[in-house]
């Protein structure tokens, strides 16, 4: 059974930073296709952050240049590394990890859509104030 526990998740001021991270369990696929997405009451899920089994990766422009995603494939753990929060920040974010087929990279990499990803963490709140 693939398991993802996220950790990290709190309250800051603006301007200032936090790590998440994503253990993984139980994952038995070749390759390993990973995110960050997060979403607002009301709202869609949106995409983060992605990294391939090669560790190329992808932001959404809201997090280009402040964010930072990586993996430690031995560990079997994701990070992501936010600096310079701001309030449009605050959200539950939820890491996701799924095989890398053509659909995982085509929609969950090329488009950071949520929708190809199989496998999720039940989520960590991050809650950034002005």
């Known amino acids: 059974q693939v398991q993802l526990v996220e950790s990290g998740g709190g309250a800051v001021q603006a301007g200032g930073s936090l790590a998440l991270s994503c253990t993984v369990s139980g994952f038995t696929y070749s390759t390993i296709c990973m995110g960050w997405f997060r979403q607002v009451p009301g709202k869609e899920r949106e995409g983060v952050a992605v990294i391939d089994d090669g560790d190329a990766t992808k932001y959404a422009n809201s997090v280009k240049g402040r964010f930072t995603i990586s993996k430690d494939n031995a560990k079997r753990t994701l990070y992501l590394q936010m600096n310079g929060l701001q309030p449009e920040d605050t959200a539950v974010y939820y890491c996701?990890?799924?095989?890398?087929?053509?659909?995982?990279?085509?929609?969950?990499?090329?488009?950071?859509?949520?929708?190809?990803?199989?496998?999720w963490g039940r989520g960590t709140q991050v809650t950034v104030s002005s």
């Open positions: 996701a990890a799924d095989a890398c087929t053509p659909y995982v990279l085509d929609h969950g990499f090329g488009r950071l859509s949520s929708a190809p990803f199989d496998y």
